[in-house]
């Protein structure tokens, strides 16, 4: 009898589910025993509330919101979603209209009326959520309230694992776009919580794939840019197109229609008439003309003009930023489960800002920069370094310092490295950097240098610890090299600590 041994299974795991929640629904109109939606509830425990401001709602492990009026919903979905305790509840909302406005804030809608069996299978894949939260390490008191908030976000991913983090559309954000959930828990300005994204992005925590670019005011940051065309001298915006002539015998250019003359086509320099093109005259690609200035040009230059603070800017100086739609990474789990934020950062800098390349082509590179230097005894430099933060009370706040910190990060070894150099990273803190046409001394005084900036912008809270090779005088291959710079590297680590600790 396999069948009936696979069907007894299935009951078993469908009875494991029917576990009794507490369950706090949001309503103004208390909901009679014997209403089909109570029914729904049945075998949970159910507590029916005006409103979220009671402390046992901490306590619950599901909410559900019962909409009547729209705008009352709205704000209590809001309010649930910027508390830090009820941010990850499994949330459900049940309504009698369309319910798509609440679905980035909510896990799941159900369009009333519906039979109680609908309502009790919604609860279980809410379960499915809940579940996942067993997982986490609760204790998140060293971190600040960011912090805890970023941990909140990646918990969230991570409880709902097939979710994309996705944007709307919104034109009052000041890019175009806004990911309601999150703002609601960060507080911000609509928009600005795109920040924070960028910021669990770059410290790999979790990844982006772009939905939309769009391009921003350099002085202001708003996205309402009005791009027009101007005349690419005196950027006067009134210019026209017009069918333009080139006389050949006086070489007067003009408009057609100065030429025109009772059918006839008549230079208004020299008075000649014009018969034949190709002959007499052609008609030149020059045929846009400022009204302003008098200029006649064939391309007109496009100008931005920003319709928020009226700053006034070629298109090449608008600002380029990518909408993502965001899934949480394997350090974003580990994040989420372990209550910890990675320390790094370090590393989301230098990928994006000085084009890291990929390890393994990293060593493709290094060998054969290493058999050019050797042979032709050019000098290039191989550096390995670490940057070390210390930890003061000034930096605890890691993450949300970050933004600031990262500016100058960036500035710094921008200054530093030339984009000929070849550089890859080797962990969260470590990075390789190959200074081409740069010898050991040289590049020696370029890393004191970096460290004196260093500690002029962060004093003395970030050092760059490094060992450095000479490619052309060093005798062994690459992976000698790289060890021998490893170890004189660790060295310098274990001093550094002793004069930590
Ligand atoms: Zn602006
Ligand atoms: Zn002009
Ligand atoms: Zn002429």
Not at 15 to 26: A, E, G
Not at 328 to 336: K, L
Request: aromatic share 8%; hydrophobic share 35%.
């Amino acid at each position: 009898m396999g069948f009936g041994r696979g069907f007894r299974i299935k009951v078993l795991q469908t009875v494991s589910f029917l576990k009794t929640m507490r369950i706090c629904l949001i309503t103004d109109t208390a909901l009679k025993q014997g209403d089909e939606i109570l029914q729904g509830f049945t075998g949970h425990s159910l507590q029916q509330e005006s409103s979220i401001g009671k402390a046992f709602l901490y306590e619950v492990d599901y909410m559900a919101v019962l909409v009547e009026d729209e705008g009352k919903a709205v704000s209590t979905l809001k309010r649930i979603k910027s508390d830090l305790n009820l941010f990850l509840k499994p949330l459900l909302v049940l309504g009698y209209k369309n319910l798509e406005a609440y679905k980035s804030l909510s896990d799941e809608q159900i369009l009333l009326p519906v039979k109680a069996s609908e309502i009790s299978n919604k609860l279980d894949s809410l379960n499915s959520i809940a579940e996942k939260f067993q997982d986490f390490n609760n204790n998140l008191e060293d971190l600040n309230e960011d912090q805890q908030k970023d941990i909140c976000v990646l918990r969230y991913l991570s409880s709902r694992d097939e979710d994309f983090l996705s944007p709307e559309r919104n034109t009052r954000s000041k890019v175009g776009y806004t990911y309601p959930l999150l703002r609601s828990l960060y507080d911000v300005a609509m928009g600005e919580e795109i920040d924070r994204l960028e910021i669990l992005e770059e410290t790999g925590l979790i990844r982006g794939s772009p939905i939309d670019n769009i391009h921003t005011c350099p002085e202001c940051g708003l996205y309402n840019i009005n791009f027009r065309e101007v005349c690419p001298d005196c950027q006067s915006i009134k210019i026209n197109q017009e069918n333009t002539l080139h006389h050949f015998r006086c070489a007067y250019v003009g408009k057609e229609k100065d030429f025109a003359s009772d059918h006839k086509l008549i230079c208004p320099k020299c008075l000649k008439r014009l018969n034949h093109i190709g002959v007499d005259y052609d008609r030149p690609t020059e045929n846009f003309w400022c009204d302003s200035c008098g200029l006649n040009f064939s391309e007109p230059q496009v100008s931005c003009f920003c319709l928020n603070c009226t700053n006034i800017f070629i298109s090449e100086e608008a600002v380029h930023k990518s909408i993502k739609e965001y899934k949480i990474t394997r350090n974003g789990y580990r994040a989420a489960k372990e209550g910890f934020l990675t320390e790094s950062g370090w590393v989301g800098v230098f990928r994006k800002e000085l084009n890291l390349y990929r390890y393994e082509v990293f060593e493709e590179i290094l060998k054969l920069e290493i058999n050019r230097c050797t042979r032709y005894k050019s000098h290039s430099t191989l550096i390995h370094f670490s940057l070390r933060k210390l930890e003061t009370e000034k930096t605890a706040n890691q993450l949300s310092d970050y933004k600031s910190l990262r500016h100058d990060l960036i500035r710094i070894f921008q200054d530093t490295f030339r984009n000929t150099d070849i550089a890859t990273d080797v962990s969260p803190t470590d990075n390789l950097v190959v200074l081409t046409h740069t010898d050991q001394g040289s590049a020696n005084r370029a890393m004191e240098r970096l460290n004196e900036k260093l500690n002029l912008s962060f004093k003395g809270t970030i050092i760059c610890l490094f060992a450095l090779q000479e490619l052309s005088v060093f005798e062994g291959d690459h992976h000698l090299l790289l060890n021998q710079l490893q170890a004189r590297l660790d060295e310098k680590l274990v001093v550094e600590e002793k004069v930590e600790g």
